[in-house]
């Protein structure tokens, strides 16, 4: 693909003479880096000048700039049978600007730092109920995790280049906030009420120092860029809230205005209990994490997200019956309400991630019987249901994943951000 975009943008500069050279040159910058950043081995300069079409030359000089905005180091010289010099590979730096991806969630709230090669550096979450606290009082608690995650980055030689927070909500291209109705937050300014503080600080290529999304969507692109094998796909993550990330041939599918993927407030029975956004039966109320606890026997153990889960996971394999019934009768519901996405979509695979991640053994069975049952296709092409590869932890890491991909996407803003 990116021989396609070099070869493109080359032949309509040499027709046309419309290409000015910073232009060429920033897309030189992001065809060399995302060659090699989506090589299975580091690969050398002649073989990169050889996939791409661009000249030595050219290639030589785009790695010395790439190397020296610390994007890339060069790698240990393979072996060789044959005479001469082997070539040196080239791959991603790891010890250069850095992502940090921050998360609020109605019980807690974390912060974790991804390098340029997609490696957790760090990560720490706080447990609290979150609901009684003021949008302020609540970021002002996640600014403290973002500074420590900033000192731990500074420690490592990291450079912090910008972040990312999830949200449990709606959220526009602003970074407003909507509605987030399990944390009772409605028309919240994040980027307002987070202005100036200096562990946010930091820009990638044109975009803002922080930029704020749906927790569900950024999981799911966290889950993307952790299994490049799954193309297409529902990221369903399971906390008190439900959320589903979209994922349709390798991009995330947001909607007309941003607002896709309110999996939790699908309804499953018209006539069920009200739900927090108003509504009635919505799968929230049968399949979110409180509603599993008090089918459990379990109601008001104010437990967080990470320890309840947990907890249930520890009293199913130990074959508790009520808990077993209860996490039967969960899956039952989100089987039923991702069904109707299956068949709207057409997609073959549904990710259990959040909450839903340690619980997957247990929601898995009733989930797939669901869609073997509903899904027009699934006995020609069966569903697969598996848990999240990047768990509980996807929202986050996904956030500060979403970073560093801005600088692989255009490198140049990185390397004009140090000139």
Sequence with gaps: MATVWHCQAVTSAS???AVRQGSLRELNLAVVLGRIATADRPPSRAAIASDTGLTRATVSAVVDDLIAGRLVVEAEPEPRAGAGRPARGLRLAGDGPAGLGLEVNVDYLAACVVDLTGQVRHHEMHRADLRPLSPGDALAR???????????????????AGATLAVPGLVDAHGLVRLAPNLGWREVDVPALLAGHPALTGTVADGPALTVDNEANLAALGELHATPGTASFLHVSGEIGIGAGI??????????????????????????????????????????????LAAAGLAGADLPADTAARR?????GA?????????????????????????????????????????APWLRPPVAAELADRVLTAAWSPVTVRAAALGPESAAVGGAGSVVRRIITRPSGWLGRRE
């Design 247 to 292: 994922v349709l041939d390798g991009a995330l599918f947001r909607g007309a205005r941003g607002w896709s993927g309110e999996l939790g407030h699908v309804p499953v029975d018209p006539a069920g209990p009200r739900c927090r956004c108003g509504a009635r039966g919505c799968l929230e109320t049968y399949a979110g994490q409180e509603a599993i």
């Design 319 to 359: 074959g508790d019956r009520a808990t077993l019934d209860a996490l039967r009768a969960a899956g039952t519901a989100l089987g039923v309400a991702v069904s109707g996405v299956v068949n709207l979509l057409d997609l073959d695979t549904v990710v259990l991630g959040g909450g839903y991640a340690t619980l």
């Design 15 to 17: 027709t046309a003479g």
């Design 142 to 160: 996640l600014v403290e995790l973002a500074g420590r995650a900033r000192t731990a980055a500074d420690r490592q030689g990291l450079t912090l």
């Design 312 to 316: 249930l996971a520890d009293l199913a």
